[in-house]
């Protein structure tokens, strides 16, 4: 049986959705090769070949010369009969086509677009659509990969989306279907294959489409402009005697500077099209592969395309006759400035480097072949970056000598996320007029860089030294001579170390602070380059290791989070503070039934615990909360594993899976998120009894078949403190045991003595404490402790009988088994030592959350999760302790924000405070919550608000206030002057205020 395989209109550019048949070079019936042109069509930009790629014969029907064609709709047939002029109407198209995976009645093809002149392949990256969604015109259907950035394929028909598609990484030709467009869903059909290197079909299977796994739709930049551009200015030059060109063409050829004369035309008849201009002028590729080449032995493995391209361009490089030239320059004064206008130095140096190139336009010109110079008066300053995957990319900062710093600081932002994941589009990293590279941050002490075709010079910068940071040009000798670029050096150092000159008063304001910074190091990101499986993995997926994977996902980095739970959300989730939240809601309903009668309203007060709904509603919140979380975390794109990591070096992770063998990842940084188990001290027979279930922590207080009837609690601190209450509220008898002479040693001391007074009215509270020992069995557990509590102060031994005894002795990291020391992290104590930036002593490994100590809080563990992030994108950022809050969830409320008067004092802060009793609220006295009271501490030499301290009802809520206040470094007179309503107990906040600002004020006069 014969085969037939459909020629489409191909894509020839981003914008284009049809064209018009222009000629037909082949007749039906005709002989053709795999690669013939066989048509020519016009597209909105120009006149372009039909290529195909498959040999066979020509069949009709074909489109009429003229007729106008979608954009992969059928131009003619190719037939593997000879003397099959045309294929009948119901004839079958058959199975296998063009590429091994169309067939012809599949649909209209999806063509991998060219989205670059030098793009040939493109690989799959994403499907933003799966095989049955409806599609408009105008969708992204995919992502892929060019030799320069991930782009997107956009589609210009509706339809529905139909197999065979080709798998993420496939590498299709231009031109060649990665799937197609069916105009009825039901015939939209589910296979995928997988196509190599080669471009041979490896793999043909049914894929079934999950709407749960669909990849969140991210959005990218358009794609790029056809092959052959003609923008400019240039006329077209006028037509070779004796010769057809299509106008197309001789645009083309008055833009690049072609001559017409002897070129050969493919076009029908021998015409010139705009393809023949192109290849007049040799592609880099075509440069670097005239070039003789030596063998080396070895098995190769093929480049990709980004690699390719870098190694074309660098080759093609060869064909610039350069020289170089260094001048040390001090940037100490340029890099002040910058920061005081809050601008980056890279930015700040592209614009120094055009303010002295006004003088020096020469070095902004380029070398045409054959024999021209382009005398280009636009600073388009290319500037080199490091891509999150390893890559260098060069991003351009476009229209540097009319733009102000501030809006090429607000462009750079833009360019240097997109280059960090390679999303640029072709305009903002083609055609750069000049280039920077910068690795002073690396601290190499000097360096050339090469100047690739299309550029005259290039500057690189290396570390600052004694001397100055040495910048060195190599400059192409065709257009530039060494006392031009020395010149040239020598006006850009005078621009850089005077920048006053030019920056206006923020650059002469910097100066006076000069001295104190001296780097040209711009923000880049420290994620070291390599080939790594992933560029970050974060270990542990409680709050510290989810947000940092969400931050940094959500700016495009490939990033693995494996935890040794099935689910996100850590100790938070699952043992921590929503569970005991749950416990607490279900506690406060019982507790506040208890005032009903004060108000009026009697019948209520004898609430009965139901325990199993409980429980259920405790493990619905938690699972939901769970599975959201797992759900929104794959959304991201972050790979989240299940299992344990540890380290086997500073870039190889081992993770044990919960089933099946352990394997390794390598990783260019990564972030240990690992939180900090419960601590049980070696009391005698608490640990032995953590297995029967007799003690218990916070870890395992979660089994409880039902609330104990007595429960003894070990350790005072804020769970202590959670959990005493929660179960009294149950009915429960409480006995808690201090080992010091407090409780709640954490909390603010008046905050704290207040609560004290108020627990005391409803459990046993017994401080200092000897704990002796914890013995029996669930349900008759002795707790055997003594104090000093003789009548004259002497030791009394005690024993309490209960059912179960919880330890809330704290918590502590647990890092054995990570095998730091085999990567060099240190220890300050049991938790990881990091800077405020949360980087580690190795460089390239950071650590957040629990595991590292101090406030032992989701919300804390959350934010050092964010700072890592950021500080792993290139963005400086620092975990400021001092302006971090805590709740405790007793009953009232204990919170925290900010420094107590003491801390401030510590600080050598001049602080002063001011307290306001919940008793004189009226919102308060309406609802009987008048225990506790707030307090605000003012920096007295600013007014600024540095701390607030609750004991209320609601500080879960009111807390927020004092967040914002502190956070956004309010004064006391903006609070007094703000406007709260009433009755609320926010009221309470503009009072204090005032009642502070009068007090400095009497204070003052004095
Ligand atoms: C009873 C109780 C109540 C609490 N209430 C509150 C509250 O109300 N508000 C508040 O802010 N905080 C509260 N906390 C504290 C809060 O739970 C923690 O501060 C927070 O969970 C710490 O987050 P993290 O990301 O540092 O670590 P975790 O939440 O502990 O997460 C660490 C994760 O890493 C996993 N892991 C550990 N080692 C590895 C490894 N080698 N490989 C893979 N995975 C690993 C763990 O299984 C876990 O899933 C409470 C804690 C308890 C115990």
């Given at each position: 049986m014969s085969q037939h395989y459909a020629i489409t209109m191909p894509q020839l550019s981003d914008t284009m959705t049809e064209g018009v048949v222009v000629t037909w070079e082949k007749q039906p019936g005709d002989r053709v090769e795999r690669g013939d042109i066989v048509a020519t069509v016009e597209t909105d930009k120009a006149i372009m070949d039909v290529e195909v790629f498959k040999a066979g014969y020509l069949a009709g029907p074909l489109a009429d010369v003229g007729a106008t064609i979608a954009v992969g709709a059928a131009l003619g047939y190719i037939t593997d009969t000879a003397g099959d002029v045309a294929i009948a109407a119901d004839e079958v198209v058959a199975e296998q086509a063009q590429t091994e995976m169309i067939p012809h009645h599949a649909g209209t093809p999806i063509v991998m677009p060219?989205?670059?002149?030098?793009?040939a392949e493109g690989v799959v990256v994403t499907w933003e659509k799966q095989p049955g969604d409806a599609i408009k015109r105008g969708d992204i259907v995919a992502t892929v990969e060019t030799d320069k950035a991930i782009m997107d394929v956009e589609v210009f028909q509706d339809g529905f989306l139909s197999g065979p598609i080709a798998d993420v990484g496939s590498v299709v030709e231009v031109g060649h279907p990665m799937g197609f467009i069916v105009d009825d869903a039901a015939k939209a059909n589910d296979t995928g294959v997988t196509i190599s290197a080669d471009h041979k079909v490896q793999d043909t299977h049914k894929v079934a489409p999950h709407a749960a796994d669909k990849p969140a739709h991210i959005p990218m930049p358009k794609a790029a402009p056809a092959q052959v551009s003609a923008e400019g200015s240039q006329p077209p030059v006028g037509r070779p005697q004796g010769r057809q060109a299509s106008p197309y063409a001789r645009k083309v050829a008055g833009q690049l500077g072609v001559n017409l004369t002897g070129l050969a035309g493919t076009g029908p008849s021998g015409v010139i099209v705009a393809a023949d201009v192109a290849r007049a002028r040799p592609s880099m590729q075509e440069v670097a592969h005239s070039l003789p080449q030596v063998d080396v032995p070895g098995q190769g493995r093929k480049m990709t395309s980004m690699e390719k391209a870098v190694a074309h361009a660098m080759t093609a490089s060869l064909t610039l006759p350069t020289f170089n030239v260094t001048m040390n320059i001090n940037t100490a004064a340029l890099t002040a400035a910058a920061k005081a206008k809050k601008v980056s130095v890279t930015v700040a140096i592209a614009k120094a480097c055009s303010v002295a190139m006004a003088k020096f336009p020469r070095m902004n010109w380029a070398y045409q072949p054959v024999d021209k110079l382009v005398e280009r008066a636009n600073h388009d300053f290319g500037v080199a970056v490091m891509s999150n995957d390893g890559g260098l990319v060069v991003p351009i900062l476009h229209g540097i000598e009319k733009k102000p710093l501030e809006a090429l600081q607000a462009d750079w932002t833009g360019l240097v996320e997109r280059a960090r994941v390679r999303k640029l589009a072709p305009a903002e990293y083609s055609n750069p007029t000049f280039t920077i590279s910068n690795m002073g941050m690396l601290g190499v002490s000097h360096f050339t860089a090469i100047p690739t075709p299309g550029i005259a010079a290039i500057l690189a910068i290396a570390a600052n030294g004694p001397h100055g940071t040495p910048f060195t040009i190599t400059g192409d000798h065709r257009v530039l001579n060494g006392a031009d670029v020395a010149l040239y050096l020598a006006t850009l150092k005078q621009t850089i170390e005077a920048p006053e000159s030019w920056l206006g008063a923020g650059g002469a304001a910097a100066e006076t602070v000069a001295g104190a910074a001296a780097t040209t190091s711009a923000p880049v990101s420290p994620i070291p380059e390599g080939n790594w499986d992933f560029p970050v993995v974060v270990v542990g997926g409680g709050p510290g290791g989810e947000d940092c994977a969400r931050d940094l996902a959500d700016h495009g980095v490939k990033v693995m989070m494996v935890n040794n739970e099935p689910f996100p959300g850590g100790e938070c989730l699952w043992r921590g503070c929503i569970p005991s939240k749950a416990w607490r809601a279900a506690a406060d309903v019982i507790r506040n039934r208890a005032h009903d009668a004060d108000m009026g309203v009697d019948g209520t007060n004898t609430p009965k615990l139901n325990w199993e709904q409980v429980e259920k509603h405790r493990r619905w919140v938690q699972t939901s909360r769970g599975e959201m979380a797992l759900k929104a975390d794959r959304g991201m794109k972050i790979d989240v594993r299940e299992g344990y990591g540890e380290f086997v070096d500073a870039h190889t992770l081992k993770i044990t899976p919960v089933e099946g063998e352990p394997y390794t990842v390598s990783f260019g940084a990564a972030v240990i998120a690992t939180g900090a188990p419960a601590f049980v001290p070696p009391i005698p027979g608490a640990r032995e009894n953590l297995a029967t279930g007799g003690v218990l922590t916070s870890d395992t207080i979660w089994n409880l078949a039902k609330p104990p009837k007595k429960l003894g609690i070990v350790g005072g601190g804020v769970i202590g403190v959670e959990m005493a209450q929660i179960f009294r509220d149950f009915g429960t008898e409480v006995l808690m045991l201090e080992r010091h002479d407090r409780i709640l040693a954490e909390v603010e001391e008046e905050i704290a003595k207040a609560l004290i007074a108020s627990l005391e009215k409803e459990i046993t509270v017994v401080t200092s404490a000897d704990i002796k020992e914890a013995s029996g069995k669930p349900g008759k557990m002795k707790l055997r402790y003594s104090n000093k509590g003789g009548a004259n102060k002497e030791d009394v031994e005690s024993v309490f009988d209960c059912d179960v005894i919880l330890m809330a002795t704290g918590k502590r990291p647990d890092t054995s088994r990570l095998n730091l020391d085999k990567v060099g992290v240190e220890l300050d104590g049991a938790a990881i030592k990091v800077d405020a930036r949360c980087q580690t002593s190795v460089a390239n490994i950071y650590a957040v959350g629990d595991v590292v100590g101090g406030y032992m809080l989701a919300h804390t563990a959350a934010t050092q999760g964010r700072v890592a992030a950021s500080n792993l994108l290139g963005h400086a950022s620092e975990y400021d302790q001092d302006r971090d809050c805590g709740v405790t969830f007793s009953r009232p409320q204990a919170g925290f924000v900010g420094l107590s008067v003491a801390q401030a004092k510590a600080k050598g802060i001049d602080a002063v405070e001011a307290k306001m009793p919940m008793s004189i609220d009226a919102k308060a006295m309406i609802t009987g919550e008048t225990e506790g009271m707030i307090k605000l501490v003012a920096d007295k030499a600013t007014g600024r608000i540095i701390g607030v301290h609750y004991l209320a009802d609601h500080t879960d809520t009111l807390i927020g206030i004092g967040v914002m206040m502190v956070a956004g470094e309010m004064t006391l007179t903006q609070v007094a002057k703000a406007i709260f309503p009433h009755p609320t107990q926010t009221e309470l906040f503009g009072e204090l205020a005032r009642r502070l600002l009068n007090r400095l004020r009497r204070t003052a006069k004095k």
């Open positions: 060219q989205l670059s002149d030098t793009m």
